[in-house]
């Protein structure tokens, strides 16, 4: 029986249709949610913080996707939304896609506001993560700026101090020191002994008192000759004793030199120990600088902390150079390793944000406002794309007193050497308002300039940051009204008239080892006001602080003196001794062979 031939196997066929179908149904009711998940939990991953979207459309026939609502939350502050937006529409293109590349042409958003608060606190990132991990790290690299807290003890507790000698420097510094003396004196003796000078100096006596009144007729030429040889001989061994003192001389000078520095290091080491009992005592510092870090430390290191973090994620993700990336491969069942992609110039990068815009135009605090913004060239792979990546950001916000910001930012990661920086200048705009760290003050700036400048050259960091205001409020805290020490209602009567806020921090060198400093306007006054009224008593104490380590460690720096002076002396006494016994028996032995070889000429003996 003949088989028919079809084309269409319908069994087949229907099934997969079906199965078509099904997955269309399946991504059109769940495809937004999906993409939507991943790309909070991949953003969450990237930035170390919580990323919230209120909504995800994918238009898959324009390349183009709609957020409702993007929310990033601070990493610093999970209380607090980084940035948020409104709708943000995303321009797509199609040719990247088919490299399963991500290349925004374009991105829109509207509505954008800073630094509002969160209906609920932001999720920790997670633990393993590079962003967590970075972020862990920031704060480390930030506690190496413990800025010491104003100290401002109340002046009746002052009067108190205590000191255990063992807590001293000097009284370390000379029992060193007099450990170093006795172990010159010890062995310069026991050195002296090995050079046993007496054996040879006995025989030298011992052939001048042989010949004694020898004369080279008496002794005849052979004993004339044998004479001469046995004692030039003995001077040979007697200039080799001399040499032999000479370096036993140049070791002790040494020694002595070494506890002469001891005795200095030991008057060093008691103005350690002046510092030392001072900080016991917890006397307010008087010094200018040491306020202002004091005041302003913590609040301009929490600014300095935030751009280095984002500076550092933007290296990590914007990696300078054509490096090859490593990524954590696929599940596997023995081992997931590892996918390195070796980036290549002329194709699309991985991902890719040509153009990003934003400018809006609203009605609000009293007049008409305006905000635009443009990023250019943020990619993955910067090398490839060629260009360094750009922000561009200005504001007017207000009617008859409107506020002015604006923010520009360079990452030029395009060859080996990264170089980031940042300007951000707000004018005009409420600054926050913050605690003083170790007083039960605040100060609320109020309107008024804010400028953050960041720059990083490959390790090496130039920053500043400041504010400045002309109507600043002091708080205090009603429940400690009354009990304020001295020091702390003087500083209290100081600022709480002050309404000129100027407020300066500068950060530079490299990132391993930064240096910082603050100084305001208040510093100087603040100084000049606890030196007018506590200026007598503090000197008291610190005469008293004196006083109390002199009586501790002058005994034993006396005692160390006299060490050293004793041991110099036995040194040179010693060594003199030696030197004289050595000279006196050489001058006999050189009057002996005088005498034996003046007629040399005459008897032919070698002079």
Known sequence: MKKSFRIFRWKAIAPLLLFFVLLA????????????????????????????????????TSARIDISRLQIADPFDRNRNL??????????????????????????????TFATRRETPARPASGNGYAATMLRSVRQWSAQFRVPILKLTPIDTIRQLVLDPSQLSTVREVQAVLTTADSLKNGFARDLAALNIRPTIDSARSLVERLAGATPARLGLAGTRDAVQSIRRTLQ??????????????????????????????DQARQKDYAFARSLLKLPSFAAPDIGSALFGPVSIERFQQAVYWAELARKYLPPGLQ????????RLRMDGVTVAFPRTQEFPAFLLRQGDLDV????????????????????????YGRPAMLNSRATIGGGNPMRLDVNAVLNHVGKIPVDSALANLRGVPLPAFAIPGLPFR???????????????????????????????????????????????????VVSGLQLLDVTAELSGSLRAPRFSVHSNIDAAIAARIQAVLGEEVQKAEAKVKAEVDRLVAA?????????????????????NARQEVDGVKAQLESRLKSLTGLGGVLGLPH
């Open 83 to 112: 940035v948020e937006t409104g709708a943000l529409i995303l321009d797509l293109d199609p040719a990247a896609l088919l490299e399963k590349k991500l290349v925004i042409d374009q991105l829109r958003v509207t509505d954008l």
């Open 556 to 576: 034993r720096v006396t005692e160390l003196r006299a060490q050293v002076t004793g041991v110099t002396a036995d040194v040179n006494t010693r060594v003199t």
């Open 443 to 493: 100060v609320d700036p109020g309107a008024g300039t804010s400028e953050l400048m960041f720059a990083l050259h490959g390790d090496q960091v130039a920053a500043r940051w400041s504010i400045s205001s002309t109507g600043a409020r002091w708080q205090i805290d009603s429940s400690k009204v009354t009990n304020l020490g001295t020091v702390e209602g003087l500083v209290w009567r």
């Open 324 to 331: 090859p990336q490593a990524r954590t491969g696929p599940k």
């Open 361 to 384: 135009s609203f009605d609000a605090f009293g007049g008409k406002n305006s905000l635009a913004a443009s990023v250019t060239g943020v990619t993955s792979e910067p090398s490839v």
């Open 237 to 266: 061994d007697i200039q080799v004793t001399r040499d032999r003192i000479d370096q036993l001389d140049q070791a002790g000078k040494a020694g002595i030199l070494l506890l002469r520095d001891g005795v200095v290091a030991a």
């Open 25 to 60: 149904l399946f991504w059109v009711i769940f495809g937004d949610r999906l993409i939507e998940d991943t790309t909070e939990e991949a953003s969450t991953d990237l930035l170390g913080t919580e990323v919230d979207i209120a909504g995800l459309n994918l238009h898959e």
